[in-house]
């Protein structure tokens, strides 16, 4: 017979508190990114710091609390992305739909750009997607629409590219990626495709970029 017991239910009173800490951070950080800070945050929702640690012991904690369904739209995007017969068009709308989401969710753009390795919750859902990525990146290759030197470990130069672009202009022209990407776009069919001057990075390398922008 098992001995585990069923977690106890929240209080009235905590779970109140709870929500609102959920809340003000998915507010906060979908606005700013997850450089708020939990007092910050804590101050918003209006309780204690004992209580906000109560809930959530870290901050990473509660920033993949509030990602939960963040990631799941990303995968989302991934996988209609990959039930596109045109391989050319569900790439080319992945990186529309997974950049609208950086737009609405700035929390999100460093999951996506593996800026945060350290978080095991980010890391476990960029490596369940891996796969899926490469995967809509041969597709392309093998009907013809992308540039065949182009490889999954250049995606995250766009996003770090398109990122630029969306704080840049988030206050005069927050559209203004959608011509960003458009361009890299047309730089990346194949057709119009010469020779890269360099080779891509490896993924040692591109983790060693990625969290020295952290």
């Known amino acids: 017979m098992s001995t585990q017991t069923a977690p106890r239910p929240l209080r009235s009173d905590a779970?109140?508190?709870?929500?609102r800490i959920v809340?003000?951070?998915r507010r906060l950080f979908a606005a700013r990114g997850a450089d708020v800070s939990v007092d910050e945050i804590r101050r918003d929702a209006g309780v204690g710091m004992g209580t906000l640690y109560r809930h959530f012991a870290t901050k990473d904690e509660l920033l993949d609390a509030v990602l939960e369904d963040a990631y799941g739209e990303w995968a989302q995007a991934l996988q209609?992305?990959?039930?596109?017969?045109?391989?050319w068009r569900g790439f080319c709308e992945y990186l529309e739909q997974a950049l609208a989401l950086h737009v609405a969710n700035r929390a999100l753009k460093g999951v996506v750009a593996g800026r945060d390795g350290a978080r095991p919750r980010a890391e476990a859902v960029r490596a369940r997607l891996w796969p899926l990525l490469r995967e809509l990146i041969e597709r392309a290759q093998r009907q013809g629409?992308?540039?065949?030197?182009?490889?999954?470990?250049?995606?995250?130069?766009?996003?770090w590219s398109c990122d630029?672009?969306?704080?840049?202009?988030a206050d005069t022209s927050p559209e203004i990626w959608r011509r960003h990407l458009g361009i890299l776009l047309d730089?990346?069919?194949?057709?119009?495709?010469?020779?890269l001057p360099v080779a891509p990075l490896t993924r040692a390398q591109l983790t060693r970029i990625a969290?020295?922008?952290?």
């Open 15 to 19: 779970s109140r508190n709870r929500e």
């Open 23 to 25: 809340a003000s951070a």
């Open 80 to 87: 209609h992305a990959l039930a596109e017969p045109d391989a």
């Open 145 to 159: 629409s992308l540039r065949e030197d182009f490889a999954p470990e250049d995606m995250p130069l766009l996003f």
């Open 164 to 169: 630029r672009v969306i704080d840049a202009a």
């Open 187 to 195: 730089g990346l069919r194949a057709e119009a495709a010469t020779p």
């Open 211 to 214: 969290r020295s922008r952290r």
